[in-house]
């Protein structure tokens, strides 16, 4: 679940505008 969501967060901070 740690994982998942820390990839999560990554992701959105790597690049929001792609995420959302």
Request: aromatic letters at 0%; proline letters at 5%; glycine letters at 10%.
């Amino acid at each position: 679940m740690s994982g998942s969501a820390i990839g999560h967060v990554s992701k959105q901070t790597t690049a929001p505008s792609r995420s959302r």
